[in-house]
């Protein structure tokens, strides 16, 4: 689903922000990208949903090619960025309405589909407030409905968790769960919590100063009896908890 | 694209017509000009000299300041969420400029109605010739706007345009014709696009259609239009916008 060689990205001024990233996800799967803050991962994950150009290195992505047709990588894909994206004026129901329909949804199925989402992820009666009357959690749990309302092959979510309580946390993994399990969408996703990374990640792949610089299961990596915060020390120098804090 | 451009337009006048006095708000400050410096003006000219030049500044003010709503846009992600999405490039933009020309028409309707209450005299034909050089001016304006708000710093946008848009208000001949002024004034009027736009638009409303004026102003408009809609496509285009 996701096939990278040599991904790299230099920005203005010689930043190497990704130097060379190879790296293969398999349709069906939940992979989780971990990294220290500033070792690549939200440059990567632009890049992989057409919002950043790579410098050099190739990508296949949802079965189009990135540079050749990045078009035809956002028909297939859905992205939920890590600050979220509602309108703060707009109801946020007619917000999803279009953001459907520019997928080339039918007014009528599209209206379908999302009283669908807002169902699964539990925001009924909530279609009619705009953006900037929702509270962080139903904000979160709306821009988690905006990357999933297309019905996509291929889910990015950015630090999709990140300011949800407990509660709500352990709900959208039972979402993004059930999303892999009833509609086989292959899910790449960021996180600064080891927990969320051990229970529902298949695979982990871990990136630091740019380079994929470990990479396997949560089981895999945790071999001896190590946390997976040690084996992010180890590789790192720095502790996941502690990134998770700053 | 037509149809996304629809489905972005639909959406951006949905939110601006939910908010009617910000339309009224935002031509506030020409119908003050008509209706407190007006009268004044009336004394040593006409108010077909006069409106022209307000609907100048109201478009100056109205779409050359659109930009204000994509600031806000981009800071909460929604232009990155839609840039995600397989909506053409152009449509994201052009959804935005069409709003925006729809406001620009119900607030110069507006106006020139406040303009016939006071004695505005001119012709149909005048009018609605002036009202293709608005809609292509306002189209241009607010593509120009956005452009420079997905370029600025987000927090320079509106100091940068304030201060930019009065003195092309000025330069223009909004308020007075620009043949009164000094020389150096007149020769540095003549850098600004608008100045030729508003002497076209005065010349409609005084009923005088196939002028020398008329076809450089027409022209300028166009090239105008050409030049800010490529800018406004490729800014739009381009990556991390």
């Not at chain 2, 006048?13 to 009617?20: E, G, S, V």
Request: aromatic share 6%; proline share 4%.
């Amino acid at each position: 689903m996701i096939k990278t060689t040599g991904l790299s990205k230099t920005f203005k001024g010689g930043v190497e922000a990704v130097r060379g990233v190879d790296l293969s996800v398999e349709a069906g799967e939940i992979v989780g990208f971990l990294g220290p803050n500033g070792a690549g991962k939200t440059t990567t994950m632009r890049m992989l949903t057409t919002l950043l150009r790579p410098t050099s290195g190739t990508a296949t992505v949802a079965g189009h090619d990135l540079l050749a047709d990045p078009r035809g990588v956002r028909r297939r894909i859905g992205y939920v960025s890590q600050g979220g994206g509602i309108n703060l004026m707009n109801p946020v129901a007619v917000e999803l309405e279009l953001h459907a329909r520019l997928y080339g949804m039918r007014r009528e199925d599209a209206r379908t589909r999302v009283r669908e989402v807002l169902a699964q992820l539990e925001l009924e009666g909530l279609e009619e407030r705009p953006g900037g009357a929702l509270s962080g959690g139903q904000r979160r749990r709306f821009d988690v409905a905006f990357g999933m309302v297309h019905r996509p092959a291929l889910l990015f979510l950015d630090e999709p968790t990140t300011g949800l309580d407990p509660q709500s946390r352990a709900n959208l993994w039972e979402h993004i769960r059930a999303l892999r399990s009833v509609r086989g969408v292959t899910v790449f996703l960021t996180t600064h919590y080891l927990d969320e990374a051990d229970a529902l990640c298949d695979r982990l792949l871990i990136i630091d100063h740019g380079r994929i610089v470990a990479e396997g299961a949560p089981a895999e990596l945790k071999s001896g009896g190590r946390t997976l915060d040690d084996v992010f020390l180890d590789i790192t120098g720095r502790s996941l908890r502690e990134e998770a804090a700053a | 694209m037509t149809r996304d451009t629809w489905l972005l337009f639909r959406q951006n006048l949905d939110i601006t017509l939910r908010q009617k006095v910000g339309i009224v708000f935002g031509a506030v400050q020409p119908l003050l000009f008509l209706v407190l410096f007006g009268p004044i003006f009336a004394t040593i000219g006409t108010w077909e000299t006069l409106v022209p030049g307000l609907i100048i500044q109201l478009g100056l003010m109205s779409t050359g300041l659109a930009g204000f709503g994509i600031v806000m846009e981009r800071r909460f992600g929604v232009l990155e969420r839609l840039r995600v999405t397989p909506a053409s490039r152009l449509a994201l933009l052009l959804g935005r400029v069409l709003n925006n020309v729809v406001t620009l028409v119900i607030q110069t309707v507006l106006l020139l109605a406040v303009g016939y209450a006071f004695g505005l005299r001119a012709p149909l034909a005048g009018v609605l010739a002036g009202f293709v050089l608005v809609i292509v001016l306002g189209a241009s304006l607010a593509a120009l706007s956005y452009a420079i708000a997905l370029t600025l710093n987000e927090n320079l946008f509106a100091p940068v345009m304030s201060t930019v848009v009065i003195p092309l208000v000025l330069l223009s001949g909004s308020f007075l014709p620009m043949s009164m002024a000094p020389p150096w004034l007149d020769a540095l009027s003549r850098i600004s696009p608008f100045r030729y736009v508003l002497e076209a638009l005065r010349e409609l409303f005084a009923g005088r259609y196939l002028t020398g004026t008329v076809a450089v102003g027409a022209a300028v408009t166009v090239v105008f239009a050409a030049v800010s809609l490529t800018i406004g496509t490729r800014v739009f285009s381009r990556e991390n916008a």
